[in-house]
């Protein structure tokens, strides 16, 4: 899948995240999927081109939500998707739930300076924190959230906000990069208590 990418938008190929988590998802056909955190667009479309019947993409970064828009416009999904300017949730209406999910998490545990830092940034884990603690309340009682993470970020912080969340971890997946060097990544299959 060939996508655009604006200036400000983390490049897809700069993360192993697509790549993994796309290899581990379970998308029914006809499901609801928010991806959260969208930037370039890569993790919702992987789920419409699965089956996926409609997504909604939230990011806090105008540029990526954008190139979000720009990419479903151009591989032709704009009837099966919407693509909203959000800070964590905040965007969504009070009844939308989804099947599943998608967060590809910022795992540094520093201040972003920018935009685009803030999608690898996030200091104190507080927009993980703050993506778990209401995950519950937008997913269908049988739906899944991804998480993807990395060993660079603090994986005991994460685990205690998981724990602290009304989620349970139903499965977990580790990926290794295979260039030299490469760190692992983690993927949270959770489901609500």
């Known amino acids: ?4 990418i604006l200036p400000g938008v983390l490049s897809p190929r700069l993360s192993h995240a697509p790549d993994a988590l796309i290899s581990k998802w379970h998308i029914q056909s006809g499901a609801t999927i928010l ?6 667009g890569v993790l919702g479309l992987g789920a419409l081109r699965a089956g996926a019947e409609r997504l909604v ?5 105008p540029q ?3 190139t979000t828009k720009t990419n479903i416009e151009r591989l032709g999904y704009s009837d099966h998707a919407e693509v909203r300017l959000s800070d964590i949730y905040s965007a969504l209406q009070p009844k939308e739930q989804f099947d599943l999910i998608l967060f590809a998490a910022p795992y540094w545990n520093r201040k972003a300076k920018d935009d685009l830092e803030r999608s690898c940034f ?3 884990h507080s927009a993980m924190a703050a993506a778990l603690g209401e995950a519950h309340i937008w997913l269908k009682a049988d739906g899944l959230m991804y998480v ?10 994460v685990l205690n906000v998981i724990d602290d969340s009304k989620l349970r971890v139903r499965n977990m997946h580790i990926f290794r990069r295979s260039i030299e060097g490469g760190h692992i990544r983690i993927i949270w299959e959770l489901t609500v208590r």
Request: aromatic share 4%.
């Open 122 to 124: 996030d200091e104190g």
């Open 148 to 157: 993807v993470f990395s060993d660079q970020g603090d994986i005991g912080r």
């Open 57 to 61: 993409a939230l990011d806090i970064n």
């Open 35 to 40: 991806d959260l955190g969208c930037g370039s």
């Open 1 to 4: 899948m060939l996508l655009h």
């Open 64 to 66: 990526a939500v954008l």
